[in-house]
């Protein structure tokens, strides 16, 4: 039997990153053009004008690459668990963030592009309202489902610290 968590608010838990994304070239408007243009399906089988254009933009999409890797550029998304994070540069710097509370639904936005590098932006709703959103995740409906359960859990383990401090006191 598990011991009941006593004297233990849920902002005193330390705080511990869970999953860290990098945004791939979709979240640059280069980046979704050359996902635009590799998305052509003229063609008969692996010949078309799409896959040839694929072939045709590799040095604008390795530029696009390398610029987010840029010092002074590069991001990445930080789930932890209490909040979702954009850190910023080399250092991890904090950027944007917003709580585990702060959002009551996830969508996923796919714009033009980013369909074909299997990307998309996450925005993250409260009551309708965007209140954040990170552009190009890879596999967004992966890092949406991660969210959601990272959300539910939280909220979980807030409601068995608050019941647990109502019958102790």
């Known amino acids: 039997m598990s011991q009941p968590i006593t004297g233990v608010s849920p902002s005193e838990l330390s705080e511990v990153s869970c999953k860290v994304v990098w945004p791939t070239i979709g979240a640059l408007r280069a980046g979704r053009i050359v996902g635009q243009l590799s998305g052509l399906r003229f063609g008969f089988g692996v010949f078309t004008v799409g896959n040839l254009l694929a072939l045709a933009t590799i040095p604008v999409s ?8 840029m010092p002074f550029v590069c991001r990445r998304y930080t789930l932890t668990n209490r909040r979702i994070i954009v850190r910023k540069g080399l250092s991890a710097v904090d950027g944007p963030w917003i709580s585990l509370d702060d959002f009551d639904a996830v969508r996923v936005d796919v714009r033009p592009g980013q369909a074909w590098l299997h990307a998309g932006d996450l925005v993250f709703l409260h009551n309708e309202h965007e209140v954040l959103r990170l552009p190009g995740v890879p596999r967004p409906e992966t890092f949406r489902q991660v969210c959601l359960t990272a959300h539910a859990a939280h909220h979980s383990v807030r409601a068995v610290i608050e019941r647990q401090a109502a019958s102790a006191a």
């Open 62 to 69: 390795l530029v696009v690459f390398f610029w987010q890797l």
